[in-house]
């Protein structure tokens, strides 16, 4: 069946990744932020983390986050599509990703539970994912070391990001 006629496929994310280099990336990040005018750091001072978070997960969460090759995915989606407006703060158990300012923000928050990779999700009821349980989508090892369903994933948490308020 032709991808366009089906009606349970999700929408592809719009656009095309630009294919710039690292150096490329830097230097439209650097024209954004000069346009802008923007004071904010793409990370938290120390001085501003809250009293639970760290700046370094812990060894088994950074073992599950790396095996599933979250943080790759996640840099190429902050330099093809947010030009590196993005930033990645790291928890002990995990890590989120976050861009946009004000009432804008949004984020992807993984954290590791269990040795299970868990995906905060948009949505407060059940999906049609088999992994998904209302609020959070728990990948198995057997699931998250397939790059694909990763890449999926992702893709759609991107899409349909959590909205943080402005308190967060």
Not at 56 to 70: D, F
Not at 93 to 107: E, P, Q, T, V
Not at 120 to 139: I, M, Q
């Amino acid at each position: 069946m032709p991808e366009q006629n089906n009606p349970n496929r999700k929408p592809s994310i719009l656009g095309q990744g630009h294919g710039l280099s690292d150096a490329e990336g830097k230097m439209i990040q650097e024209m954004i932020r000069e346009e802008q005018h923007s004071s904010r750091e793409l990370f938290i001072p120390q001085q501003d983390l809250a009293a639970e978070a760290t700046t370094t997960m812990s060894p088994p969460a950074a073992q599950v986050i790396n095996a599933s090759r979250i943080r790759p995915i996640l840099n190429m989606f902050n330099r093809d599509f947010l030009y590196g407006q993005g930033r990645f703060d790291e928890y002990k158990d995990g890590l989120i990703f976050k861009w946009g300012d004000g009432y804008s923000r949004r984020h992807i928050w993984t954290s590791v539970e269990d040795g299970n990779l868990i995906f905060e999700t948009s949505h407060e009821k059940k999906c049609d994912k088999p992994y998904c349980n209302g609020t959070h989508h728990v990948l198995t090892p057997d699931l998250y070391t397939d790059a694909n369903l990763i890449n999926q994933e992702l893709g759609d948490l991107f899409r349909r990001p959590v909205y943080e308020s402005p308190e967060d």
